[in-house]
Nanobody, 117 residues
């Protein structure tokens, strides 16, 4: 069974940076496509970025010039480097994995990001 644990959230001033981490355990990490999402007020998951098992990256238009997704297969971890943060970036951030599924079916518990102006 795969488990995901996010960390790195916190409070930052607008214009600042944060680096989120998501550590995976339970099965072979290298084969998963992974993604980062932000929860909306309606409790939906807004897509932010993804990285395939071949390291192909995709980004939402709202973050593509400010956020960078990466993965370290040796550490079973993915990262989300977030720069030039704005108050609109605030929220709970989740990582997710596609485990033997075409969709994201394994989710972490989330980490909170607060951006103050």
């Amino acid at each position: 069974q795969v488990q995901l644990v996010e960390s790195g959230g916190g409070s930052v001033q607008a214009g600042g940076s944060l680096r989120l981490s998501c550590a995976a355990s339970g099965r072979t990490f290298n084969n998963y496509d992974m993604g980062w999402f932000r929860q909306t007020p309606e409790k939906e998951h807004d897509f932010l970025a993804s990285i395939s098992w071949t390291a192909h990256k995709t980004y939402a238009n709202s973050v593509k010039d400010r956020f960078t997704i990466s993965r370290d297969n040796d550490k079973n971890t993915i990262y989300l480097q977030m720069n030039n943060l704005t108050p609109e970036d605030a929220g709970r951030y989740y990582c997710a994995a596609q485990v033997d599924s075409p969709g994201y079916n394994v989710w972490g518990q989330g980490t909170q990001v607060t951006v103050f102006s």
